[in-house]
């Protein structure tokens, strides 16, 4: 279920092209030039067959590969570091049940100074804040795990949010949109502006768009949202009601416009 939600198939499948699951080459496009997603199949010499535990859990906690290189953003670790210890464990063990898929990574191609990964430190200072999620006091158990979900896991900020010059996302503008995302995406204010946001929508409307695709004007979502449907539709019902709760709880922000989709 965490797999799904997490959408770890969706960018580590080459599917446009055929590519078997988890064996990674799709290509991802990023301001700072394209990367292609690794092989995390169980496969020993291309995949993660060879990492252990402790491997596995350094690149979702801290984004550093096997070799101790820093992993680029476009792995949504800054989202993942937020996941509890046990949820990281279930998803080693399930991601090592998977059928192994012999295939090589396909080299990035970043321009220069983005590929140097040792730049990825000063990123890192500037923008990445390591460890779990803790429950807030005095919200509700709901809200918790929306919260949980909504950051550590469906990674909703790594497109909702907007970005600065150097990819950091810009906090005080959580949940407002990025007109200007990769890959073409115009991705919406999902904040409670009722003009520029989603304000007038029920927290059920939500929690159905996460199960359904549908929103309340009975238009379905496309783009990169019809993929996270996949993954929330695997929830149940009250954690897609609790992210529905907490996406709710999140300060109105107003923006230019409403980005046409
Ligand atoms: C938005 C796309 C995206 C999603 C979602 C995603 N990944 Fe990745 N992942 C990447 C990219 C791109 C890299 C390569 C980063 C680099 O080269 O620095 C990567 C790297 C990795 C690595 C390091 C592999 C290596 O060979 O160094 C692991 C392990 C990994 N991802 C596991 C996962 C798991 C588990 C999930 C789901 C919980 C997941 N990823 C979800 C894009 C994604
Ligand atoms: C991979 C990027 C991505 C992620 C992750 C993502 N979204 Fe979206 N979302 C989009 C895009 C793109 C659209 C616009 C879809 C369209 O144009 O049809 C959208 C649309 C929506 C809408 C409809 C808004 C409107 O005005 O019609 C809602 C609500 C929404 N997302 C909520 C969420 C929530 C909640 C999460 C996390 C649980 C999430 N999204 C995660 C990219 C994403």
């Given at each position: 279920m965490l797999f799904q939600a997490a959408d770890c198939a969706g960018c580590h499948t080459d599917a446009k092209s055929g590519g078997a699951p988890l064996a990674g080459g799709r290509p991802l496009a990023t301001p700072f030039g394209v990367i292609f997603s690794p092989n995390i199949s169980p496969d020993r010499q291309t995949g993660i067959g060879a990492w252990s535990e402790v491997e596995f859990r350094r690149a979702l906690r801290?984004?550093?590969?096997?070799?101790?290189d820093y992993l680029f953003p476009v792995f949504p670790y800054p989202a993942f570091t937020g996941m509890s210890d046990r949820d990281i464990g279930d998803l080693y063990a399930y991601l090592m049940s998977r059928p192994a898929v012999a295939r090589e990574d396909r080299p990035d191609e970043l321009r220069v100074p983005f590929r140097w990964r040792f730049l990825q430190r000063f990123w890192r200072v500037l923008f990445f804040r390591p460890g779990p999620l803790r429950p807030v006091a005095g919200e509700s158990a709901a809200w918790n795990r929306g919260r949980y979900l909504a950051e550590a896991?469906?990674?909703?900020?790594?497109?909702?949010t907007p970005r600065n010059l150097l990819g950091g996302l810009r906090s005080s503008r959580a949940y407002s949109g990025n007109p200007h995302a990769p890959d073409g995406m115009k991705v919406p204010n999902i904040t409670g502006d009722a003009a520029t946001g989603i304000g007038k929508w029920e927290a059920d409307d939500i929690a159905a768009l996460l199960k359904t695709g549908q929103t309340p004007d009975m238009d379905f979502v496309g783009s990169g949202m019809a993929e996270v449907v996949k993954g929330t539709a695997a929830l149940s019902d009250a954690d897609r009601q609790a992210i529905a709760t907490y996406i709710k709880s999140i300060p109105a922000i107003r923006t230019e416009k409403k980005p046409a989709s």
């Open positions: 801290h984004g550093i590969g096997r070799d101790g896991v469906v990674h909703c900020q790594e497109c909702h």
